[in-house]
């Protein structure tokens, strides 16, 4: 009795904790220690175990349903808090339009506070033994031997693995991942850092890209003797930047031939094709299980092998099964908060349509496709949240109507999104924004093969982001990316902080990306230091780089003429559909609202179209590195001014990397205005 009351004092002030921290009183109590069939209505279980919490989100959702039902007329605030715990998903959790709140009577699904709450769509393996199958353990390296431990999956009902694939053009995804101590593991992989160079291509179809050679056929020699080992493997993979290096693709290995050192692939072969000095990597091989943190799953057997980092006992393994953690359809004024999301095998959490609701606090790891998806809707939010070890992405927004430039409004804001793309390595940015009007402001992202944050719609503002050592697996890539279509205006980037953005090998990367004629982009207010190639504008129009700051870039502005020359039928496709069919990629530019919203654009067609006419580079400060690398072609077409380009332009203290001006600098005599440095970044 004395524990049940001391448990009970305990509950209660964690509620007015609750209460002091968000204002509100919880009504429905979930806890491991529950049962669906008591009330809900106390934080834990009574003296005799007759009444208490609920144990599952889906019987507190219900309860809510016919709370919600009861009081139609009177809405009120709801709150349901869960303590912590790992709850083990079987099916997603869904909402829909009779699980919302109102506007000033929200529905809240919280953790208890100071408690870890974890929605996990796997299941905990167990029983690890030692490998004894002497023709596993033949083809095992002998390093590993004695530290690789193996379970039978399909013992502990785990029966559908999912189907490998992915890469460019594909989509895709792992199936069946495993997840050690609350981090991805590697599926077992040659070389276990970095790529096999392609030596030769041996291909009977050329493929020439403007002067780029290979072939169409993968069949290619490659370096080293290593792949040789893969010989009689069941199942073996490669991922390879076959040809451009922004374009990777998985793909099964068909034959090996260890004596001509040569690889063929299966088809269907990569749309671009194979180079001479591409790279690639074996992985789901299990004689490449050679290192700590290496697994290989047998999907004949169901066998399990792992290479555990630290003792297996003293970690938990869980392998992902559910596709979709959390589902919200047509549900509006709904918050998610403080709760972990792990162990999905596609995306965690999915919004389509409805309106306002919020994702907070949350933690999102270790899924084989993206973190939150949001799809219509209007003013829904994902703020102060951490996502990493995503296979894919980490948020995309697209909402707002095109056609009448309504903007949706949804926000992604003081989020940190680091160490994601695992498994689709390009185009998965942390952010994608499609549509009109999304915001992206004060997120931390770092550390991605990859781009940061893509756009593509009207209106979008990218602002007081931090975006560090992305696109490191690719070149011909932009840490800020949108491209091709002229109708597509109005996004505002603008004191963002991009720095030590430099490529893969450093060849090269670019900071924003303006690709293909992407127009009336303003670029403004950002400090790029260590970038290469910071602002690029790829033969577009009327776009803005104004105020901005310049630090050791090489170069600091790209400007192209690309429709012009080598790019011309992209353009000229576009005119022809304008003149034909008065659109351009199906919009009606010259109609209200992008006559009204947009007045350069009616006359586009009329103005030397596939010219980069209306570029502004104006008020830059440039220090170090190279100023630019404008086309000559495009140069007399772009107004420059006012941009301090020589001498010291009076920074506080570049050393210890405050880039603030001084009173006297000379750049603010030319017009330049401060940038609020001290806002950029998570708050």
């Given at each position: 009795?004395?524990?049940?009351?001391?448990?009970?004092?305990?509950?209660?002030?964690?509620?007015?904790?609750?209460?002091?921290?968000?204002?509100?009183?919880?009504?429905?109590?979930?806890?491991?220690?529950?049962?669906?069939?008591?009330?809900?209505?106390?934080?834990?279980?009574?003296a005799d175990r007759t009444d208490g919490p609920f144990r599952t989100l889906q019987r507190a959702r219900d309860e809510l349903r016919k709370r919600n039902a009861a009081n139609a007329t009177q809405r009120r605030n709801f709150v349901v808090e869960i303590a912590g715990g790992t709850y083990e998903f079987t099916e997603t959790l869904t909402f829909g339009q009779e699980d919302s709140g109102a506007e000033g009577a929200e529905i809240v699904y919280q953790a208890r506070e100071g408690q870890q709450v974890r929605l996990c769509g796997g299941r905990i393996v167990r029983g690890f033994n030692a490998v004894a199958d002497e023709a596993v353990r033949s083809r095992l390296d002998p390093s590993a031997l004695n530290n690789v431990v193996q379970a039978d999956l399909k013992a502990l009902g785990v029966r559908d693995f999912g189907e490998m694939g992915g890469g460019f053009g594909l989509g895709g995804g792992p199936g069946l991942e495993l997840f050690f101590s609350d981090r991805p593991m590697t599926l077992a992989r040659w070389p276990n850092d970095g790529f096999i160079k392609i030596t030769e291509v041996l291909g009977a179809t050329p493929v020439d890209v403007r002067g780029t050679k290979g072939c169409k056929e993968a069949n290619f020699v490659y370096e080293?003797?290593?792949?040789?080992?893969?010989?009689?493997?069941?199942?073996?993979?490669?991922?390879?930047?076959?040809?451009?290096?922004?374009?990777?693709?998985?793909?099964?290995?068909?034959?090996?031939?260890?004596?001509?050192?040569?690889?063929?692939?299966?088809?269907?072969?990569?749309?671009?094709?194979?180079?001479?000095?591409?790279?690639?990597?074996?992985?789901?091989?299990?004689?490449?299980?050679?290192?700590?943190?290496?697994?290989?799953?047998?999907?004949?057997?169901?066998?399990?092998?792992?290479?555990?980092?630290?003792?297996?006992?003293?970690?938990?393994?869980?392998?992902?099964?559910?596709?979709?953690?959390?589902?919200?359809?047509?549900?509006?004024?709904?918050?998610?908060?403080?709760?972990?999301?792990?162990?999905?095998?596609?995306?965690?959490?999915?919004?389509?349509?409805?309106?306002?609701?919020?994702?907070?606090?949350?933690?999102?790891?270790?899924?084989?496709?993206?973190?939150?998806?949001?799809?219509?809707?209007?003013?829904?939010?994902?703020?102060?949240?951490?996502?990493?070890?995503?296979g894919d992405g980490g948020i995309s927004m697209y909402g707002g109507d095109r056609a009448r430039l309504s903007p949706s409004g949804h926000v992604a804001r003081n989020n940190h999104i680091h160490h994601w793309s695992r498994w689709n390595r390009m185009y998965r940015p942390a952010i994608m924004m499609g549509g009109v009007g999304q915001v992206a402001s004060h997120n931390l992202i770092e550390h991605s093969p990859h781009m940061a944050i893509g756009f593509g719609g009207n209106d979008h503002v990218i602002e007081f982001n931090e975006i560090h050592d992305v696109c490191t697996e690719s070149n011909d890539a932009g840490a800020i990316y949108a491209g091709r279509d002229w109708t597509q205006r109005g996004t505002a980037v603008r004191y963002n902080y991009l720095h030590d953005i430099t490529g893969f090998e450093q060849r090269g990367c670019v900071g924003v990306y303006l690709d293909d004629m992407y127009c009336g982009t303003k670029i403004t207010g950002?400090?790029?230091?260590?970038?290469?190639?910071?602002?690029?504008?790829?033969?577009?129009?009327?776009n803005i780089v104004d105020n901005n700051i310049f630090v050791d870039c090489k170069p600091a502005l790209h400007i192209d003429a690309r429709a012009l020359g080598?790019?011309?039928?992209?353009?000229?496709?576009?005119?022809?559909?304008?003149?034909?069919?008065?659109?351009?990629?199906?919009?009606?530019?010259?109609?209200?609202?992008?006559?009204?919203?947009?007045?350069?654009?009616?006359?586009?067609?009329?103005?030397?179209?596939?010219?980069?006419?209306?570029?502004?580079?104006?008020?830059?400060?440039?220090?170090?590195?190279?100023?630019?690398?404008?086309?000559?072609?495009?140069?007399?077409?772009?107004?420059?001014?006012?941009n301090f380009l020589e001498g010291d332009p009076g920074f506080v203290d570049a050393g210890a990397g405050n880039y603030q001006l001084r009173d006297d600098s000379p750049a603010l005599k030319l017009g330049f205005q401060r940038i609020p440095l001290d806002q950029i970044g998570r708050k």
């Open positions: 009795m004395r524990y049940h009351r001391i448990r009970a004092f305990v509950c209660v002030l964690a509620c007015l904790a609750m209460v002091a921290t968000h204002g509100w009183s919880a009504d429905i109590y979930v806890s491991l220690d529950g049962m669906d069939t008591w009330s809900g209505t106390q934080a834990a279980p009574n080293g003797d290593r792949p040789r080992r893969w010989v009689g493997e069941k199942n073996a993979w490669v991922l390879g930047y076959w040809f451009w290096d922004w374009a990777e693709q998985r793909q099964r290995v068909a034959s090996i031939d260890p004596e001509k050192h040569s690889l063929t692939l299966a088809e269907p072969y990569h749309g671009y094709g194979y180079r001479k000095g591409q790279w690639f990597y074996g992985f789901n091989i299990l004689a490449e299980l050679d290192s700590p943190g290496e697994w290989y799953l047998d999907r004949e057997t169901g066998i399990l092998y792992f290479w555990p980092p630290s003792p297996i006992d003293g970690g938990q393994a869980v392998v992902s099964e559910l596709a979709t953690l959390v589902s919200m359809k047509d549900v509006s004024h709904v918050t998610l908060r403080g709760l972990v999301f792990e162990a999905a095998r596609g995306t965690a959490l999915i919004v389509e349509n409805g309106e306002g609701n919020q994702i907070v606090d949350c933690l999102f790891r270790n899924v084989g496709s993206s973190a939150v998806s949001i799809s219509g809707g209007s003013h829904h939010s994902v703020v102060n949240c951490e996502i990493t070890g995503t950002n400090l790029f230091r260590n970038v290469t190639m910071a602002a690029f504008i790829g033969g577009g129009r009327d080598w790019a011309h039928d992209h353009a000229d496709g576009w005119i022809a559909e304008g003149k034909e069919k008065g659109t351009l990629s199906g919009t009606r530019f010259r109609d209200p609202p992008y006559s009204d919203r947009y007045p350069e654009l009616p006359a586009i067609l009329d103005n030397d179209p596939a010219a980069p006419r209306g570029n502004v580079v104006s008020r830059n400060i440039c220090v170090g590195g190279k100023w630019d690398d404008v086309e000559g072609k495009a140069r007399p077409m772009v107004q420059f001014r006012d």
